[in-house]
Protein backbone atom coordinates (compact mmCIF):
# COMPACT_ATOMS: atom_id res chain seq x y z
CA UNK A 1 0.00 0.00 0.00
CA UNK A 2 0.78 3.87 -0.30
CA UNK A 3 1.21 4.43 3.09
CA UNK A 4 1.40 2.55 6.88
CA UNK A 5 -2.31 1.17 7.62
CA UNK A 6 -3.37 0.35 11.13
CA UNK A 7 -6.89 -0.90 12.34
CA UNK A 8 -8.81 -0.44 14.09
CA UNK A 9 -8.10 3.44 14.38
CA UNK A 10 -10.02 3.45 17.75
CA UNK A 11 -11.15 0.74 20.40
CA UNK A 12 -12.92 0.84 23.05
CA UNK A 13 -12.43 -2.22 25.16
CA UNK A 14 -13.20 -2.74 29.40
CA UNK A 15 -11.22 -3.95 31.86
CA UNK A 16 -10.33 -7.31 31.11
CA UNK A 17 -10.56 -8.03 27.56
CA UNK A 18 -8.08 -9.07 24.96
CA UNK A 19 -7.53 -6.75 21.96
CA UNK A 20 -5.78 -7.18 18.90
CA UNK A 21 -4.68 -4.51 16.82
CA UNK A 22 -3.42 -4.88 13.11
CA UNK A 23 -0.39 -3.25 11.22
CA UNK A 24 -0.35 -3.33 7.07
CA UNK A 25 3.36 -1.81 6.67
CA UNK A 26 4.05 -0.21 3.46
CA UNK A 27 4.45 -2.99 0.76
CA UNK A 28 8.73 -4.27 0.22
CA UNK A 29 9.12 -3.02 3.65
CA UNK A 30 11.09 -5.70 5.74
CA UNK A 31 11.38 -4.54 9.04
CA UNK A 32 8.06 -3.30 11.10
CA UNK A 33 7.96 -1.92 14.44
CA UNK A 34 5.70 -1.34 17.47
CA UNK A 35 5.21 2.05 19.56
CA UNK A 36 3.16 3.06 22.10
CA UNK A 37 2.20 6.61 22.93
CA UNK A 38 0.81 8.05 25.98
CA UNK A 39 -0.89 11.66 26.75
CA UNK A 40 1.92 13.89 27.04
CA UNK A 41 3.94 10.83 26.79
CA UNK A 42 6.89 10.46 23.97
CA UNK A 43 6.68 7.45 21.69
CA UNK A 44 8.07 4.58 23.81
CA UNK A 45 9.00 1.77 21.73
CA UNK A 46 7.92 -1.61 22.04
CA UNK A 47 8.86 -4.49 19.39
CA UNK A 48 10.96 -4.56 16.21
CA UNK A 49 10.74 -7.17 13.57
CA UNK A 50 12.91 -7.90 10.72
CA UNK A 51 10.89 -10.08 8.42
CA UNK A 52 8.69 -12.97 10.20
CA UNK A 53 11.07 -12.77 13.33
CA UNK A 54 11.27 -10.12 16.37
CA UNK A 55 14.80 -9.75 17.00
CA UNK A 56 14.26 -7.08 19.37
CA UNK A 57 11.30 -6.96 22.27
CA UNK A 58 13.22 -5.17 24.72
CA UNK A 59 10.13 -3.03 25.21
CA UNK A 60 7.08 -4.67 25.86
CA UNK A 61 6.13 -3.86 28.95
CA UNK A 62 5.02 -7.03 30.86
CA UNK A 63 4.04 -10.55 29.50
CA UNK A 64 0.08 -9.79 28.85
CA UNK A 65 1.66 -8.05 25.34
CA UNK A 66 2.49 -10.09 22.37
CA UNK A 67 2.86 -10.08 18.89
CA UNK A 68 3.37 -11.63 15.25
CA UNK A 69 4.28 -11.23 11.79
CA UNK A 70 3.07 -12.96 9.18
CA UNK A 71 4.16 -13.65 5.37
CA UNK A 72 6.63 -10.71 5.73
CA UNK A 73 3.80 -8.07 5.94
CA UNK A 74 1.16 -8.08 8.02
CA UNK A 75 1.58 -7.76 12.09
CA UNK A 76 -0.55 -8.10 15.41
CA UNK A 77 -0.35 -6.31 18.30
CA UNK A 78 -2.09 -8.40 21.27
CA UNK A 79 -3.03 -7.03 24.48
CA UNK A 80 -4.81 -9.61 26.91
CA UNK A 81 -6.12 -8.99 30.20
CA UNK A 82 -6.34 -4.80 28.97
CA UNK A 83 -5.46 -2.73 31.95
CA UNK A 84 -6.32 1.00 31.77
CA UNK A 85 -2.85 1.91 31.99
CA UNK A 86 -2.71 0.38 28.63
CA UNK A 87 -4.61 3.60 27.27
CA UNK A 88 -2.77 4.95 24.49
CA UNK A 89 -2.37 5.58 20.97
CA UNK A 90 -0.33 2.48 19.42
CA UNK A 91 1.04 3.44 16.23
CA UNK A 92 2.91 1.13 14.07
CA UNK A 93 6.08 1.44 11.69
CA UNK A 94 7.78 0.23 9.13
CA UNK A 95 11.07 1.00 6.78
CA UNK A 96 12.79 -0.93 4.02
CA UNK A 97 15.12 -2.67 5.96
CA UNK A 98 16.07 -3.42 9.77
CA UNK A 99 19.35 -2.65 11.69
CA UNK A 100 20.52 0.32 9.45
CA UNK A 101 22.01 3.88 10.09
CA UNK A 102 19.72 6.19 9.42
CA UNK A 103 17.19 4.16 8.04
CA UNK A 104 13.83 6.21 7.68
CA UNK A 105 11.03 4.72 9.67
CA UNK A 106 7.47 6.03 8.05
CA UNK A 107 4.44 5.91 10.68
CA UNK A 108 0.78 4.59 10.75
CA UNK A 109 -1.49 6.44 12.02
CA UNK A 110 -2.64 4.68 15.15
CA UNK A 111 -4.77 2.62 16.91
CA UNK A 112 -6.30 4.77 19.80
CA UNK A 113 -7.18 2.25 22.52
CA UNK A 114 -9.22 3.33 25.59
CA UNK A 115 -9.68 0.66 28.52
CA UNK A 116 -12.78 1.74 30.49
CA UNK B 1 21.43 5.96 29.55
CA UNK B 2 20.48 7.59 26.22
CA UNK B 3 18.05 10.97 26.33
CA UNK B 4 16.70 13.42 24.23
CA UNK B 5 15.35 16.81 25.30
CA UNK B 6 13.09 19.29 23.28
CA UNK B 7 12.55 22.47 24.17
CA UNK B 8 10.52 24.18 24.54
CA UNK B 9 7.35 22.11 25.22
CA UNK B 10 5.51 24.69 24.03
CA UNK B 11 5.71 27.73 21.85
CA UNK B 12 3.59 30.17 19.90
CA UNK B 13 4.67 32.29 17.57
CA UNK B 14 2.45 35.30 15.47
CA UNK B 15 2.88 34.27 11.78
CA UNK B 16 5.84 35.30 10.43
CA UNK B 17 8.00 35.46 13.27
CA UNK B 18 11.06 32.89 12.88
CA UNK B 19 12.30 30.63 15.65
CA UNK B 20 13.80 27.74 16.67
CA UNK B 21 12.86 24.08 18.29
CA UNK B 22 16.10 22.43 20.05
CA UNK B 23 16.68 18.95 20.58
CA UNK B 24 19.49 18.23 23.32
CA UNK B 25 20.69 14.57 23.38
CA UNK B 26 23.07 12.09 25.21
CA UNK B 27 23.69 9.01 23.12
CA UNK B 28 26.37 6.68 22.92
CA UNK B 29 27.18 6.44 19.43
CA UNK B 30 25.15 8.23 17.30
CA UNK B 31 23.44 6.60 13.62
CA UNK B 32 21.20 9.54 12.82
CA UNK B 33 18.87 12.25 14.13
CA UNK B 34 15.58 12.15 12.88
CA UNK B 35 12.93 15.13 13.28
CA UNK B 36 9.31 14.20 12.68
CA UNK B 37 6.12 16.49 12.63
CA UNK B 38 2.74 15.36 14.35
CA UNK B 39 -0.94 16.47 14.02
CA UNK B 40 -3.36 15.94 16.22
CA UNK B 41 -5.29 12.61 16.12
CA UNK B 42 -2.19 11.52 13.23
CA UNK B 43 0.76 9.53 13.42
CA UNK B 44 4.46 10.93 12.90
CA UNK B 45 5.48 12.22 9.68
CA UNK B 46 9.18 11.99 8.37
CA UNK B 47 10.54 15.53 7.83
CA UNK B 48 14.54 15.20 8.17
CA UNK B 49 17.37 12.63 9.05
CA UNK B 50 20.72 14.06 10.22
CA UNK B 51 23.45 11.98 10.40
CA UNK B 52 26.76 14.39 11.55
CA UNK B 53 27.49 17.38 12.95
CA UNK B 54 27.51 20.28 10.88
CA UNK B 55 24.86 18.63 8.43
CA UNK B 56 22.13 21.08 7.91
CA UNK B 57 18.86 19.69 5.59
CA UNK B 58 15.96 22.39 4.23
CA UNK B 59 12.33 22.09 3.52
CA UNK B 60 10.33 25.19 2.67
CA UNK B 61 10.15 27.04 5.64
CA UNK B 62 11.86 24.58 7.93
CA UNK B 63 15.65 23.79 8.61
CA UNK B 64 17.72 21.13 10.44
CA UNK B 65 21.22 21.45 11.67
CA UNK B 66 23.08 19.28 13.73
CA UNK B 67 25.68 19.88 16.50
CA UNK B 68 27.63 16.87 18.77
CA UNK B 69 25.20 17.88 21.69
CA UNK B 70 22.20 19.11 19.81
CA UNK B 71 20.03 19.67 16.56
CA UNK B 72 18.02 22.78 16.02
CA UNK B 73 14.79 22.68 13.40
CA UNK B 74 14.59 26.62 12.70
CA UNK B 75 11.53 27.76 11.27
CA UNK B 76 11.41 30.57 8.73
CA UNK B 77 8.23 33.23 8.81
CA UNK B 78 5.79 30.29 10.22
CA UNK B 79 2.37 30.04 8.64
CA UNK B 80 -0.72 28.81 10.70
CA UNK B 81 -0.28 25.26 8.65
CA UNK B 82 2.80 24.72 10.27
CA UNK B 83 0.93 24.25 13.56
CA UNK B 84 2.01 20.47 14.74
CA UNK B 85 3.72 19.03 17.27
CA UNK B 86 7.71 18.44 16.43
CA UNK B 87 9.68 15.34 17.35
CA UNK B 88 13.10 14.34 17.74
CA UNK B 89 14.47 11.02 17.91
CA UNK B 90 18.06 9.06 17.88
CA UNK B 91 19.30 6.37 16.60
CA UNK B 92 21.86 4.78 18.46
CA UNK B 93 24.37 2.21 18.98
CA UNK B 94 22.99 1.46 22.16
CA UNK B 95 19.75 1.33 21.59
CA UNK B 96 20.02 -0.82 18.81
CA UNK B 97 20.01 0.66 15.02
CA UNK B 98 16.45 -1.21 15.20
CA UNK B 99 14.32 1.53 16.40
CA UNK B 100 14.04 5.34 17.51
CA UNK B 101 14.49 6.97 20.72
CA UNK B 102 11.96 9.64 21.07
CA UNK B 103 11.76 13.35 22.95
CA UNK B 104 8.58 14.51 24.44
CA UNK B 105 8.11 17.33 21.11
CA UNK B 106 7.13 20.49 21.03
CA UNK B 107 4.05 21.75 20.34
CA UNK B 108 3.97 24.64 17.83
CA UNK B 109 1.31 26.75 17.37
CA UNK B 110 1.39 29.42 14.41
CA UNK B 111 -1.24 32.49 15.07
CA UNK B 112 -2.64 33.90 11.91
Known amino acids: GAGVSQSPSNKVTEKGKDVELRCDPI?????LYWYRQSLGQGLEFLIYFQGNSAPDKSGLPSDRFSAERTGGSVSTLTIQRTQQEDSAVYLC??????????????FGEGSWLTVV | EDQVTQSPEALRLQEGESSSLNCSYTVSGLRGLFWYRQDPGKGPEFLFTLYSAGEEKEKERLKATLTKKESFLHITAPKPEDSATYLC?????????????FGTGTRLTVIP
Open chain 2, 89 to 101: AVQAEQTGANNLF
Open chain 1, 27 to 31: SGHTA
Open chain 1, 93 to 106: ASSLVGGASGNTIY
